[in-house]
């Protein structure tokens, strides 16, 4: 039994907190998530000079490797610096699903485009009623000589506004809640036909409702087979969810340290508000989330290296969503109420942690989802 | 035992949902039905009507306008404003300064003051937390020092909330700095237009600057607008602060959030063809809160009664805060999870007044996740809830 990093992961997590330590303080990420852009470009050069873009592909694919353990090396360190760049959306998401259902072809053109750092994906999946269950796909691709027509419209389209290509889930056969006949497709962002409302969310991330319109897409531009592109898409969510598990964690472990050390100096009635022992044990429950969040995390991440079942996969991942979910409820409003007001403002940075986590509750199946999917499972 | 309303309170019932009905304005209950902000003429405009009526300010005495009501007839307009979506007159004025103002202030005072609380002619504000005096209110440090018919003011105030749109400010002052922390404290009422007055919002986590920092450099503010003893503010403000506890329980705003959650659950897919409102996990929670709203409700009408028989609320009364407070945030959350994925765009401009362009998200709920991360103030304000379980340990359990 060994829970210990290689050299390797434990270069890239000190390479990572490097730089989120030394270039990407608090008042950095709000400069950055004011920008037209709403990441810096400069970073992402710098990511793919890091090689941490390659971390989610595998060697042969030209990546780090591809492990989830990698990615979750990487995730934590990104969570305490809750860094809004869109390494989720372009490379773990659309870059896995690439990974997963992509032609040598189509890999070769785009893969090492996202390594590179110079290609920005997203992909459109999520629709207005589907809420988590992926098999849930309205929008249509209707075949049309050698080509295919996409109409529809997607929701929360994680980093849509700087995304140069879309990949869009849409039905070719089937009724809406059919596993079969879901089918994926490249599709160029600013293709005729496709219309974006595009906005920040809650915790600074840039997303859009993107529409499509009679889009054209040639069959060149289906990845993988027609129809059968809802296993991949589900084991990308589902590594997506540990991804952003990960993150929490470290995010989670921000949340508490910097509890704890306002405890330490605020004083109320004369004393250090950490005196009062009401207040200890509730930061010592706050640890404990911590802890079972960050080992529920790691098992799930274990699992996804092995190569068990994908529904004893899909299980694990289910397990550290949920649990990491209560813990994210839990330390975020325990934060916030020890802090008192001055957590409330947008002022501080516990806020926007308690932000992010909430966001991330709501990504990829919220806790109650991801409950009843491990009940099933 | 009785908790039935007598055939005259039935009445009463009526005349109010009537009144509200005819007279709350169609474009203000069109902004509250759909989340979009508030301005300050709503309320000022909204208080008016209530003023023609004589409703403004049910537990006021008489002599000064009150409307002479019993505590169930309190009760069932607070219930049948809330349940309708009517605000209630913001309670900086109505609630919070004229009770001190007609209870320990003079009859000069009564009358400058009382009149334009009523009709919403003067916007208040309060003056008593401070950057460093938050939970532990007593250490304040803003100082008022007597210069011949003046205090001067020196000092900071903090989560002064809607103090942008204040034309008076009440403020906890130290005028004594030798004596004990409460002794030295006064209660003055200073006109936000002297000179030497600096308002700077803050935003919270909604985006929103709904509080603000008041900035006191200098600011001479004349002894006449002291209000009862110098160094007896202390005891004023807490008189104050007891008597407030009973309408935070927010019983009524509660079971309208619920009644219109309990809606959108059932329109809200499931994702497998179903609606969240039949989904076991999410409908037991809704009764959770729904059964626990429902206590609260009775622990509330338990206070008023004995209220009615001249007890004055006691420390019980932070039950109301500690629990109405929860049942809200736990309502909010509620919310948010309804709205699944749909919380998370911060579309602020959608819910301003007159917003023409394509809408994100589904209706109001996308405002979800503001509405959660806004609220989480509740359980801080107005004594947190761990100081209301400090008095209930100490004066309740005798801890």
Not at chain 1, 143 to 154: A, F, W
Not at chain 1, 287 to 316: H, P, W, Y
Not at chain 2, 251 to 267: G, Q, T
Not at chain 2, 344 to 351: E, K, N, T, Y
């Amino acid at each position: 039994m060994d829970f210990s990093y290689s050299d390797e992961q434990q270069m890239l997590q000190d390479s990572v907190q490097k730089f989120v330590y030394s270039q990407y303080d608090f008042d950095t990420r709000r400069k950055i998530i004011n920008s037209d852009a709403g990441y810096s470009a400069e970073y992402w050069s710098l990511f793919a000079e890091l090689g941490w873009l390659t971390v989610p592909f595998s060697e042969e694919d030209g990546g780090f490797g591809g492990s989830a353990v990698d990615l979750m090396v990487v995730m934590e360190e990104f969570g305490k610096g809750m860094v809004i760049e869109p390494f989720l959306a372009t490379a773990v998401i659309s870059g896995g699903l690439i990974g997963k259902l992509g032609s040598a072809a189509q890999k070769e053109a785009l893969l090492s485009a996202v390594m590179e750092g110079s290609l920005q994906l997203a992909t459109a999946y999520a629709e207005t009623d589907s809420r988590y269950n992926l098999a849930s796909v309205g929008t249509t691709a209707r075949k049309q000589g050698d080509s295919y027509l996409i109409n529809g419209s997607k929701v929360l389209v994680l980093n849509a506004p700087s995304a140069d290509k879309l990949l869009v889930i849409a039905r070719t056969s089937g009724d809406k809640f059919d596993r079969d006949g879901i089918s994926a497709f490249i599709v160029d962002a600013s293709a005729t036909g496709v219309s974006k409302n595009s906005y920040t969310a809650v915790d600074g991330h840039r997303a859009a409702e993107v529409h499509f319109n009679n889009v054209l897409v040639s069959a060149g531009d289906m990845l993988g087979a027609e129809g059968g592109a809802l296993a991949a898409l589900e084991a990308i969510i589902d590594r997506a969810a540990l991804a952003v598990g990960a993150e929490a964690i470290g995010a989670m472990d921000c949340l508490l340290k910097k509890t704890v050390e306002y405890a330490k100096t605020r004083k109320q009635f004369g004393v250090a508000i950490g005196t009062f022992q009401a207040l200890q044990h509730r930061m010592s429950e706050m640890f404990i989330e911590c802890q079972l969040a960050r080992s529920v995390v790691i098992m799930a991440a274990m699992m996804l290296d092995t190569d068990g079942s994908s529904a004893e996969k899909a299980k694990a991942v289910a397990a550290a969503k949920a649990r990491v979910g209560r813990a994210m409820r839990k330390v975020g409003q325990e934060a916030v109420q020890l802090h008192g007001g001055i957590a409330v403002t947008d002022e501080l940075d516990v806020g926007h942690y308690f932000k992010r986590v909430t966001t991330i509750e709501n990504l990829f199946g919220n806790t109650d989802y991801q409950l009843a999917r491990f009940a099933s499972l | 035992m009785n908790a039935d309303f007598t055939a005259e309170d039935l009445k009463f019932q009526k005349e109010v949902q009537d009144f509200l009905k005819a007279e709350f304005p169609q474009d203000i209950k069109h902004k509250v039905d759909n989340g979009i902000r508030l301005e300050k003429d709503d309320f000022v405009r909204w208080q008016k009507i209530l003023y023609k009526r004589g409703w403004v300010a049910p537990n006021w005495p008489e002599e000064y306008g009150g409307t002479g009501w019993t505590p169930t007839q309190k009760y069932i307009f607070a219930m049948e404003m809330g349940l309708y979506g009517a605000m209630a007159p913001v309670a900086f004025g109505v609630n919070m300064v004229a009770p001190v103002i007609y209870t320990f202030g003079n009859e000069e005072q009564k009358k400058r003051f009382l009149p334009d609380i009523l009709e919403s002619n003067v916007w208040w504000c309060q003056g008593y937390s401070e950057p460093n005096a938050g939970s532990d209110l007593a250490s304040l440090k803003t100082t008022a020092t007597r210069d011949g018919d003046h205090y001067v003011v020196n000092g900071t105030k903090t989560w002064t909330t809607l103090g942008q749109h204040a034309d008076w400010i009440f403020c906890l002052v130290r005028t004594d700095i030798t004596a004990k922390k409460q002794e030295g404290i006064s209660f003055l009422l200073i006109d936000m237009k002297t000179p030497g007055i600096k308002v700077s919002p803050i935003y919270l986590l909604d985006d929103e600057p709904e509080v603000n920092e008041v900035h006191f450099d200098n600011v001479r503010v004349p002894v006449e607008n002291l209000i009862g003893e110098e160094n007896q503010g202390w005891t004023y403000a807490k008189v104050l602060l007891t008597h407030e506890r009973t309408n935070i329980a927010q019983v009524p705003n509660s079971k309208l959030k619920l009644r219109k959650l309990r809606d959108l659950a059932e329109k809200t897919p499931d994702g497998f063809g179903g609606n969240l409102l039949n989904d076991p996990v999410f409908s037991r929670k809704l009764a959770e809160v729904e059964i626990q709203v429902l206590a609260l409700e009775f622990a509330e009408l338990r206070t008023l009664a004995a209220v009615s028989v001249g007890k004055a609320p006691g420390p019980e009364s932070s039950i109301l805060k500690i629990v109405g407070t929860e049942a809200t945030q736990f309502i909010d959350e509620l919310y948010m999870e309804v709205a699944g994925y749909h919380s998370l765009p911060h579309v602020p401009a959608q819910f301003a007044e007159g917003f023409s362009g394509e809408r994100i998200g589904t209706g109001s709920l996308v405002n979800s996740s503001n509405v959660y991360f806004n609220n989480r103030k509740k359980s801080i304000y107005g004594g947190s809830n761990e100081i209301q379980k400090n008095i209930i340990s100490k004066a309740v359990l005798g801890l």
